[in-house]
């Protein structure tokens, strides 16, 4: 554990991190403790680090060509804390689980065949139960109802919506502790959005969530917490009602009012 660090009610700490591709340094020595079992929404311009600071906590950034990092990365995982580059990837990409901005569902696995087979893969449930633990994760994706029916089907006929709850339940059938999000609902229709703000509103209960969004109106709807990132900084970090209401930092304000959207000052 590093020096003088404190995992009092936090899931992940992070010190001094750069990430750079290539001659491009895009994340400029970022520090940002992650509260547990809380929903922490990332906001912030295009270009800002926002995806590469999630992808860099399951260390999904080592698949990156030409891209080195810098810094130490904390989780509390298995109720241990742990440095990331210390664990075996998959062990980490199974304890801290990761939803991409477009659904990437098995398309011509079943419905059913999707949920189980990491859970399968990795022995996490016995074979006996593999159908109850795939109706548990479905329920809580909520998704059980719509597709019930409908498991054995091939998961690309989903819709957009569905899909995406569909890997969130494959994400949560391998007993992860930590969530991340990126982007979650792009290019979802007004009711498949709420439904996965609604859920993951539900799974802070058991899980640290860490969401990654273009809107500040959704992060307003679903965090807790609030961390505003500029040119690869931290800016700002708060509770979500202090953030959006008074934020310490004039750069914040703008960005929320709008005033400063990708990059760009208006």
Known sequence: MGKGLSFDKKAIIIKDLHLSIG?????????????????????????SGKTLLLKSINRLVDLIPNLKSFGEIFVILD?????????????????????????????????????????KLNSLVKKKDLVKWAKEKLEEAGLWEEVKDRLKEPAWKLSGGQQQRLCIARMLALKPEIILLDEPTTGLDIYNT????????????????????????????IADYIAF??????????VTSRILKSPSKELTE??????????VRR
């Open 79 to 119: 109720g241990e804390v742990k440095e990331v580059h210390s664990l075996d990837p998959s062990y980490l990409r199974r304890k801290v689980g990761y939803v991409f901005q477009n659904p990437n569902p098995f398309p011509h696995l079943s419905i059913l065949e999707n949920v189980i087979i990491g859970a």
């Open 254 to 263: 703008k960005f929320i009012t709008g005033r400063v959207l990708d990059g």
């Open 194 to 221: 709420k439904r996965i703000e609604e859920l993951m509103v539900q799974l802070k209960e058991n899980y640290t969530v860490i969401a990654v969004t273009h809107s500040v109106d959704q992060a307003a709807r």
């Open 229 to 238: 990132l500029y040119d690869g900084r931290l800016i700002e970090f708060d």
């Open 23 to 47: 001659n491009k340094e895009i994340i400029k020595g970022m520090s940002i403790e992650f509260p547990l079992k809380a929903i922490t929404a990332i906001i912030g311009p295009s270009g």
